[in-house]
């Protein structure tokens, strides 16, 4: 398989504070890969090492074939990274701001495209408003406009849909999976947890280490479910594991009785299984 993103051993420290411990893993071409941890897990130090804004202590990483800090500069043009506060000009507008990174790189009819992102995120009818007037969910699509004005391969997102709002959540990853789909690999971090089945893969960081990598399904499987059976009109639970199987098991064992009028499954949330992981994590 195709990797866009290779890390391998990566360390990080900051003085005395270790940020990041041994990170290995590899991101294939086109998915959506997400970085999930609490804060200070080291999400933002991870992004910045990949797109060469911060130098690694030890450990190798290549990025499209790249090394993020000797290539720096053929590099940016291949991918867009969104800081997870946005670098935005106040006083200009949403259009000026992205022409303005636009201009950063050598980008034909940057006009055109400038106005094909903006429709891309539905600003279009704002595009000329000063950046200073817009709510935090309008400066982050903005943010996301100049991150991918020059149509990058790679696009990395530090916490995209932190503060805004569940529907405009949605729609970002509706967006995401729409890169996604024309040949992207989108790196996204982000604190929520129930983030997690929006990503193909993820991966989940705490103090700097990796606790856990595998498909938003696997990790859900890893939960239990909840089956509450009416009987004689008598209400049972039982818990049961996440899995297809567990499931198909257990209706097996309780076979197809008239006297059994309900039978509901409720899976543990990914958001409390990741925090099952975490908190197992921490007393260890
Ligand atoms: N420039 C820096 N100098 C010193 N320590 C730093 C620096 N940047 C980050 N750190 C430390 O590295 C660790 C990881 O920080 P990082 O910002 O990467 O975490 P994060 O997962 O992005 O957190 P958040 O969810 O709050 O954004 C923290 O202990 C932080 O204090
Ligand atoms: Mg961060």
Redesign the pocket.
């Known amino acids: 398989m195709n990797h866009a993103i290779e890390i391998k051993d990566l360390t990080?420290k900051?003085?005395q504070?270790l940020?990041?411990k041994s990170i290995t893993l590899n991101v294939p071409v086109g998915t959506i890969y997400g970085l999930i941890?609490?804060?200070?897990?080291?999400?933002?130090?991870?992004?910045?090492a990949l797109v060469g804004a911060?130098k690694p202590s030890s450990g190798h990483l290549n990025v499209l074939g790249m090394n993020p800090i000797n290539d720096k500069w053929a590099l940016r043009q291949k991918i867009g990274y969104m800081p997870?506060s946005a670098a935005l000009y106040e006083d200009l507008s949403a259009k000026q701001n992205i022409l303005f990174f636009g201009k950063a790189q050598k980008i034909e009819n940057l006009n055109q495209k400038t106005d094909e992102v903006l429709q891309f995120v539905e600003l279009t009818d704002r595009a000329n408003d000063l950046v200073r007037n817009f709510s935090g969910g309008m400066k982050k699509r903005v943010s996301l406009c100049c991150a991918l004005i020059h149509s990058p391969e790679i696009l990395f997102l530090?916490?995209p849909t932190a503060a805004i709002d569940p529907h405009l959540k949605l729609q970002s990853w509706n967006l995401f999976r729409k890169l996604a789909n024309s040949g992207v690999t989108l790196f996204i971090?982000t604190?929520l947890m129930d983030e997690a089945m929006h990503c193909d893969k993820v991966t989940i960081?705490m103090n700097?280490e990796i606790i856990a990598v595998d498909t938003p399904q696997k990790i859900i499987e890893s939960g239990k479910t909840v089956l509450t059976i009416k009987d004689n009109g008598v209400i049972t639970t039982r818990t049961i594991a996440s899995t297809p199987e567990g499931l198909a098991n257990e209706l097996l064992k309780l076979g197809l009785r008239a006297s059994i009028t309900e039978i509901s499954a409720t899976p543990d949330t990914i958001e409390n299984i990741v925090l099952n992981i975490i908190k197992k994590n921490q007393i260890h």
Do not use: C, F, R
């Open positions: 990080k900051y003085g504070i940020a990041l941890g609490p804060n200070g897990a080291g999400k933002t130090t991870l992004i910045k911060v997870q530090d916490e971090s604190h960081l700097g």
